[in-house]
Structures are given as C-alpha cells and as structure tokens.
T-cell receptor, first 114, second 114 residues
Framework: DSGVTQTPKHLITATGQRVTLRCSPRSGDLSVYWYQQSLDQGLQFLIQYYNGEERAKGNILERFSAQQFPDLHSELNLSSLELGDSALYFC?????????????FGDGTRLSIL | AQSVAQPEDQVNVAEGNPLTVKCTYSVSGNPYLFWYVQYPNRGLQFLLKYITGDNLVKGSYGFEAEFNKSQTSFHLKKPSALVSDSALYFCAVRDDGNTGKLIFGQGTTLQVKP
C-alpha cells in the first residue's frame, strides 16, 4: 500500500460530461502529481502542485483543471469529456519537490467515456 | 529535452534465470533515474533510483540496476526471476527543470514462465 488514496476507482460517464477525481497524498507529503496513462500515449505528466501552489504543467488540456486544498488533498476536474479522455488517471505524491525524491502512486481512477 | 527509451516491449525469462530489462536515457545534465513496476489494476510501485554514487543500485524485491554513463543506460536486473515478478516495468527520468515531474519510457512487460 503506497499510502496514496484515489477515489473513485472506476468512473463511467458520457461525452460532454464533467467529472472530478480525488487524491489524498501520503501523510506528510506536500507535492501532488497527476498523470494520465493510455495505450496510445503511455504515461504522461499532467500537472504538479506543491503545498497548494501549482508548480509545473505538462500536457494538460484546457478542459482539465486541478487544485490542491489546504489539507493537501487534490482534485482533478475533467470537463466536456471526449471519447479520447478514456484512460487511467494516477495521482502521485512526494515529500517535497526536489528531483531526488521518489514519487508514490495511488492505484488510479479508470475513466471510461461512452 | 529529457527522454527515456525502453527498447523491448516484452522480455521473456524462465523462473530462476537472471533477468534484464533495458533502459537508455537522454538528459542535458546529471540524470535522476527511477524504476517502477506496475501490476494489473494497480498503481506504479517504486523499485529503486539512481541519483549519484555507486553505479550499481539496489532496490526492492531483490532488484538492482546498473547505471552506465558512457552508454547512457540504466538497466534493471535481478539474479533469479520469480513468476511473481511478471508485470509491467517503467524506467523514468526526472525533468531537469525546477519540478519533480517524471518522464517515463513506454514500459516493458516482463513475463516469467515456470
């Protein structure tokens, strides 16, 4: 068990809808990262938050947004969903933001768009 | 730009035999390298990292990795494979900016046969 909790585990919705994915980092971890895993794109970094502030942005679509709350949990919001958004979305956390710290991953949220 | 390549989609090995999963990297400065393993329907589990120091890094579950600067490689190894080692393995490099984002290879499926 990594200590990173993601909810829900599975989400099935329709095109055009909006969903929210939730992540609770490991106790004491200040950094949260979001990744998308799909068959065609592999594992892609989306966005990073550190202690409530956005730290880095990757290939995140404008339809997607995220935030990290004062209690350090994070939410990833996906709107105007398209079929191509179907993927596994992972949250990871680390103590700080330095490059030598490993990230610990949750079990992911599997998003299926019908 | 940082990048990682895993040249083999799949590696097959018999139980009890040594295994190697290959990874090569391209970075602009000092490499911060990681190996992760993913079991079906689970998140990525951290195995080991290379930041600096000895070229042979020991990690979890009996895995080790050999860093070779001249060949820009970071191959994952294990002296004696177990059937339970069968999984998807990812090599990753840390971004060279002031963030912690990971750049992943495409993954290698390890199949250990009894």
């Amino acid at each position: 068990d990594s200590g990173v909790t993601q909810t829900p585990k599975h989400l099935i919705t329709a095109t055009g809808q909006r969903v929210t994915l939730r992540c609770s980092p490991r106790s004491g971890d200040l950094s949260v990262y979001w990744y998308q895993q799909s068959l065609d794109q592999g594992l892609q970094f989306l966005i990073q938050y550190y202690n409530g502030e956005e730290r880095a942005k990757g290939n995140i679509l404008e339809r997607f947004s995220a935030q990290q709350f004062p209690d350090l949990h994070s939410e990833l919001n996906l709107s105007s969903l398209e079929l191509g958004d179907s993927a596994l979305y992972f949250c990871a956390s680390s103590k700080g933001a330095s490059r030598n710290q490993p990230q610990h991953f949750g079990d992911g949220t599997r998003l299926s768009i019908l | 730009a940082q990048s990682v390549a895993q040249p083999e989609d799949q590696v097959n090995v018999a139980e009890g035999n040594p295994l190697t999963v290959k990874c090569t990297y391209s970075v602009s400065g000092n490499p911060y390298l990681f190996w992760y393993v993913q079991y079906p329907n689970r998140g990525l589990q951290f195995l080991l990292k290379y930041i600096t120091g000895d070229n042979l890094v020991k990690g979890s579950y009996g895995f080790e990795a050999e860093f070779n600067k001249s060949q820009t490689s970071f191959h994952l190894k294990k002296p004696s494979a177990l059937v339970s080692d069968s999984a998807l393995y990812f090599c990753a490099v840390r971004d060279d900016g002031n963030t912690g984002k990971l750049i992943f290879g495409q993954g290698t499926t390890l199949q250990v046969k009894p």
